[in-house]
């Protein structure tokens, strides 16, 4: 079956510093691969979507690349800041169907002022 | 767009009582998921809907479980009877027919059974 691991520890840095969070999936190849973000007490919300056949794509102080021989994704930020702070999830559609997503547990990130 | 709307943000119940908890999706999306979410769990998606109609259900948990949704502004998730383990966090999410289209949830409901 499918399965999607991240990192369950926290990530801890300083501000100004690059955080780089780690996907990754088993027994199978993803169309595309989503990251969404996390804040208490608030559903996810999406910022990045990364086809198979893109290595990587950048949003302001985003990047995501996606490797799908080591079928691992990274999520960067880059000049991080204290309001980065969140818990972020990878997603990714399930075997059977596009439409369904199945989400890694998640990733929290600390940024010390 | 006020986004995905769900009532209420809080339940606490006793076990065995009836819960019901309403989703309002983003106007013009026809894709409605339901999602619940835990520590143990993580986010783990339940059932999903297509232009109102049930797609796969097959992440329901048990019979105890339903989810319908009447018309394509409006869907809810009811527990009969409610148990103690189905404390968790409920999301609903909304998106658009493209199969990468990104999901919009709401702000869930957290649900207490005791």
């Known amino acids: 079956s499918q399965k999607i691991e991240q990192n369950s520890e926290a990530l801890n840095i300083q501000e100004g510093k690059t955080a780089t969070l780690t996907c990754n999936y088993t027994?199978?190849?993803?169309?595309?691969l989503q990251w969404y973000r996390q804040d208490p007490g608030r559903g996810p919300v999406f910022l990045l979507l990364i086809r198979e056949n893109e290595k990587e794509k950048r949003k302001e102080r985003l990047k995501v690349t996606f490797d799908t021989t080591l079928k691992q994704s990274l999520f960067l930020i880059t000049a991080s800041q204290p309001a980065d702070s969140a818990t972020y999830l990878c997603?990714?559609?399930?075997?059977?169907?596009?439409?369904?997503?199945?989400f890694g547990s998640g990733t929290r990130l600390l940024v010390r002022p | 767009d006020a986004g995905v709307i769900q009532s209420p943000r809080h339940e606490v119940t006793e076990m065995g009582q009836e819960v019901t908890l309403r989703c309002k999706p983003i106007s013009g999306h026809d894709y409605l998921f339901w999602y619940r979410q835990t520590m143990m769990r993580g986010l783990e998606l339940l059932i999903y809907f297509n232009n109102n109609v049930p797609i796969d259900d097959s992440g329901m948990p048990e019979d105890r479980f339903s989810a319908k949704m009447p018309n394509a502004s409006f869907s809810t998730l009811k527990i009969q009877p409610s148990e103690p383990r189905d404390s968790a966090v409920y999301f609903c999410?909304?998106?658009?027919?493209?199969?990468?289209?990104?999901?919009?949830f709401g702000n869930g409901t957290r649900l207490t059974v005791t």
């Open positions: 997603a990714l559609p399930w075997m059977d169907s596009s439409y369904k997503l199945i």
């Open positions: 999410a909304s998106s658009l027919s493209q199969n990468n289209s990104p999901l919009h």
């Open positions: 027994n199978y190849s993803p169309a595309y």
